[in-house]
């Protein structure tokens, strides 16, 4: 742990009301979008974090920003215990310090361009006493996560290791990756009691007429060559082949912004988020392991195995976008919206999200101003694009609504 950050463990006060830590002038929110974006360029573009992994840092950075914020504003219960503020402190300096730090310590590869932005940050906000608390308090919000992350199973020696049968997982063509980040279902999770806290049915016997009519839909709808699909069901699919973790959180950007949150409300927004998000994925990660269910390429160019009479093989079969290295059940796409979904609607509304979101695969938006939209068009693109069984994507989105929904009944509550 680097020295600065230590320090900021040992950081104590006195506790003062909001009112007089803040000031008169109510601190800018736009700090908040302005470092959940050096984040996301931090984590995809710098450093080529792997997608599902992602989540974790979104989840560790925005806890870390919003415990600073509400050390000084108060309003909301902090998720890890913060030392009280004694005198004006800046929130808008507590908040870019604790962003910075924490991906400071997480991606020293960035750390040159990360000073840049902090520089950047606190060249807008008045010298001063109260300036040099906010940093303070963002050092030790920031050292208390990272304290709180540590020997938490990142990394961990974790391996996928099973026997290729009929309906079980194995690398898929054309690359026939080993399984990626296999040790993320085995994380300490942020909010759940434990990776398997959410109860799933598991995927179907691949001797089911559920299993064949599953089959018979991906086989149709999400085939490169010859499906079903209508071309606006293609745009549809492509369009979900970006980044979900990037996407949902340019998108909550844009919805703060525009509903003029204040400071603390932008703060616990991207906190619950992030740490959804990164539950949501946890939890998954882990199902992919405990069921190691094979993925559609598979289970169609090998339904001469399956002794289910309903499905005919295609050894030729192929889906539209190549399948990623991990088993189908279940899907990672559909934990992330489920979680996304559920969050939108806990701050805006479930009939009223009204979420902007844009794809850099087709150059384009979409809006939903529901969440049950959200999740009906992203559980069905990952089927066209020929990557997940239905129950996959179905049992996935529970999933997602029920790790947010846990998370935002037992953290960030108001004080």
Same mark, same amino acid.
């Given at each position: 742990m680097s020295a600065i950050v230590v320090a900021g463990l040992a950081t104590s006060a006195v506790a003062v009301p909001p009112s007089l830590a803040t000031g008169t002038k109510p601190a800018d929110p736009a700090v908040i979008t302005t470092w959940n974006a050096i984040a996301e360029r931090t984590v995809f573009a710098e450093n080529a974090t792997p997608i599902p992994a992602s989540g974790l840092y979104f989840g560790f950075v925005s806890i870390a920003v919003y415990d600073a914020v509400v050390a000084i504003e108060g309003r909301y219960?902090?998720?890890?215990?913060?030392?009280?503020?004694?005198?004006?402190?800046?929130?808008?300096?507590?908040?870019?310090?604790?962003?910075?730090?924490?991906?400071?310590?997480?991606?020293?590869? %960035?750390?040159?361009? $990360?000073?840049?932005?902090?520089?950047?940050?606190?060249?807008?906000?008045?010298?001063?006493?109260?300036?040099t608390r906010g940093q303070q308090v963002g050092d030790t919000a920031a050292a208390s996560l990272i304290k709180a992350r540590l020997d938490d199973g990142r990394g961990a020696a974790v391996t996928l290791d099973v026997t290729p049968a009929p309906g079980v997982w194995r690398p898929t063509p054309d690359a026939f990756a080993l399984t990626l980040v296999p040790w993320l279902g085995f994380v300490e999770p942020l909010a759940l009691k434990s990776p398997t806290q959410v109860r799933l049915p598991g995927p179907d016997p691949i001797t089911s007429k559920a299993y064949a009519r599953d089959f018979a839909e991906v086989k149709a709808m999400g085939a490169a060559e010859g499906s079903d699909r209508t071309p606006a069901q293609t745009q549809t699919a492509l369009f979900w082949n970006a980044n979900a973790p990037a996407q949902y959180q340019a998108a909550l950007r844009t919805r703060v912004t525009q509903r003029g949150l204040d400071i603390v409300k932008s703060a616990r927004a991207f906190a619950l988020l992030g740490t959804s998000t990164a539950d949501a994925l946890i939890a998954c990660w882990r199902a992919k392991y405990d069921y190691a269910y094979w993925r559609p390429i598979t289970a169609i160019r090998l339904a001469d195995t399956d002794g289910n009479r309903a499905t005919t093989p295609d050894p030729a079969w192929t889906s539209l976008v190549p399948t990623p290295p991990y088993p189908d059940?279940? %899907?990672?796409?559909?934990?992330?919206?489920?979680?996304?979904?559920?969050?939108?609607?806990?701050?805006?509304?479930?009939?009223?999200?009204? !979420?902007?979101?844009?794809?850099?695969?087709?150059?384009?938006?979409?809006?939903?101003?529901?969440?049950?939209? !959200?999740?009906?068009?992203?559980?069905?693109?990952?089927?066209? $694009?020929?990557?997940?069984?239905?129950?996959?994507?179905?049992?996935?989105?529970? !999933?997602?609504?029920?790790?947010?929904?846990?998370?935002?009944?037992?953290?960030?509550?108001r004080r």
């Open positions: 219960r902090p998720y890890l215990k913060q030392p009280h503020v004694r005198g004006k402190a800046s929130t808008e300096a507590a908040a870019a310090t604790a962003a910075y730090r924490v991906l400071s310590y997480y991606f020293p590869a %960035s750390a040159q361009n $990360l000073a840049t932005d902090y520089a950047s940050s606190l060249s807008s906000i008045p010298d001063g006493s109260a300036k059940y279940v %899907s990672g796409h559909a934990c992330v919206s489920g979680a996304t979904s559920e969050t939108f609607s806990r701050l805006f509304g479930e009939r009223s999200i009204n !979420l902007t979101v844009s794809s850099t695969v087709t150059g384009t938006t979409r809006h939903f101003r529901t969440a049950a939209a !959200l999740d009906a068009e992203t559980k069905n693109a990952r089927i066209w $694009l020929g990557l997940h069984f239905r129950q996959a994507m179905d049992d996935g989105n529970r !999933l997602g609504h029920r790790v947010a929904s846990w998370t935002a009944n037992h953290e960030f509550q």
